[in-house]
T-cell receptor, first 111, second 117 residues
Framework: QKEVEQNSGPLSVPEGAIASLNCTYSDRVSQSFFWYRQYSGKSPELIMSIYSNGDKEDGRFTAQLNKASQYVSLLIRDSQPSDSATYLCAVIGSGYSTLTFGKGTMLLVSP | GAGVSQSPSNKVTEKGKDVELRCDPISGHTALYWYRQRLGQGLEFLIYFQGNSAPDKSGLPSDRFSAERTGESVSTLTIQRTQQEDSAVYLC???????????????FGPGTRLLVL
């Protein structure tokens, strides 16, 4: 059974700090990895996708993938109170088309 | 068109009644997904359509749940004889449907909030 694990949090960081969100997955042949942000009462919105080992940067966000360790992370630099949300890690395994989601990590950025 | 749309946005029903939830995917997206999210919980996969076929319906929790898709567009999720445990937000997502890379990126609709009294 494919599993995606995230610390439920909350992860509390002060405004301006770096927030580090982590995710591990069980399916070794997983190929595609996604980070979604979900504000309370809203639907998930895509932040970043990553497909190969290493770092991928987009503005204040950096996704990091290590397939050998089955680990994917999201760094948020210069965190803002508006970044306060639940961050969902999602994974697609090879040969599959469906996403497996983690339960999400709640991030709280205090002014 | 714009993004994924879903209707109704909210639905209150009585236990035992049937409900139909509708999803309009992004134009041109061949893949469509239904998820359920209970209050304070993660996303629970229900069913996946590629075109009008459902290659993966492994997440449907019981035979009270069914879904169909027509014209490679609109999808309807039907819950028969609703139970209080069915209360949740039902989310629909669509993707281009290509294997690998950006074709797999799923875009979510706003969801339907179902409350079974």
């Amino acid at each position: 059974q494919k599993e995606v694990e995230q610390n439920s949090g909350p992860l509390s960081v002060p405004e301006g700090a770096i927030a580090s969100l982590n995710c591990t997955y069980s399916d070794r042949v997983s190929q595609s990895f996604f980070w979604y942000r979900q504000y309370s009462g809203k639907s998930p919105e895509l932040i970043m996708s990553i497909y190969s080992n290493g770092d991928k940067e987009d503005g204040r966000f950096t996704a990091q993938l290590n397939k050998a360790s089955q680990y994917v992370s999201l760094l948020i630099r210069d965190s803002q109170p508006s970044d306060s949300a639940t961050y969902l890690c999602a994974v697609i395994g090879s040969g599959y088309s469906t996403l497996t989601f983690g339960k999400g990590t709640m991030l709280l950025v205090s002014p | 068109g714009a993004g994924v749309s879903q209707s109704p946005s909210n639905k209150v029903t009585e236990k035992g009644k049937d409900v139909e939830l509708r999803c309009d995917p992004i134009s041109g997206h061949t893949a469509l997904y239904w998820y359920r999210q209970r209050l304070g919980q993660g996303l629970e996969f229900l069913i996946y359509f590629q075109g009008n076929s459902a290659p993966d319906k492994s997440g449907l929790p019981s035979d009270r749940f069914s879904a169909e898709r027509t014209g490679e567009s609109v999808s309807t999720l039907t819950i028969q004889r609703t139970q209080q445990e069915d209360s949740a937000v039902y989310l629909c997502a669509s993707s281009l449907g290509g294997s690998g890379g950006a074709g797999e990126t799923q875009y979510f609709g706003p969801g339907t909030r179902l409350l079974v009294l």
